[in-house]
């Protein structure tokens, strides 16, 4: 399989404080009540090669993120694609994904190749990340000391401190 993206835009509020090119990938194996883009469930788009990635990113000049809503679908190819922007750009890379928690025989090569992470599926009852009920997580990831800090930077998403 390989990852098709349906549409891309650039945003200011999907990664804070970054001008962020966001990608969305279909294929999405998440069946969400409420989901803001059900379309994305289905196979549909084109598909996203290097070459495709490169000239998005050229297109978008003044980005300094590029966020993948979504990739579930493919993480061998989300990481080749992740892989190539880490190897020939100086951007950051964010990964929207459904899951609660990395997959764990990829876990540690997404670790090093990922700067933001958004986690967990939509729940409609408890809302967006802009909801201080929200059971999603957004982290920035960073090196310190050696070791991986996974900072979790949901409130910048809401009005309300959202207490961990």
């Known amino acids: 399989m390989s990852l098709k993206y349906f549409n891309t835009a650039v945003t200011f509020s999907e990664v804070p404080e970054e001008v962020t090119l966001c990608i969305e990938l279909s294929n999405c194996p998440f ?3 409420g989901c803001h883009s059900p379309y994305l469930r289905k196979d549909v788009g084109v598909y996203l090669t290097e070459k495709v990635l490169k000239e998005l990113i050229k297109q978008n000049k003044g980005i300094t993120c590029v966020a993948f809503m979504g990739g579930d ?5 989300l990481i080749k694609l992740l892989a190539f922007i880490k190897e020939h750009t100086h951007l950051k890379v964010c990964w929207y ?3 609660l928690n990395l997959p764990e025989d990829k876990a540690n090569t997404l670790l090093y ?4 992470v958004k986690f967990g599926p939509y729940i409609k009852e408890l809302g967006g990340l802009d909801k201080k009920t929200t059971n999603q997580r957004f982290y920035k990831l960073r090196m310190w000391k050696e070791q991986l800090q996974f900072i979790d930077i949901t409130n910048k998403f809401s009005k309300h401190e959202i207490k961990n």
């Open 31 to 33: 069946k969400c009540e």
């Open 73 to 77: 679908s493919d993480i061998e190819n």
């Open 113 to 116: 190749l990922l700067d933001y």
């Open 97 to 99: 994904t459904g899951r």
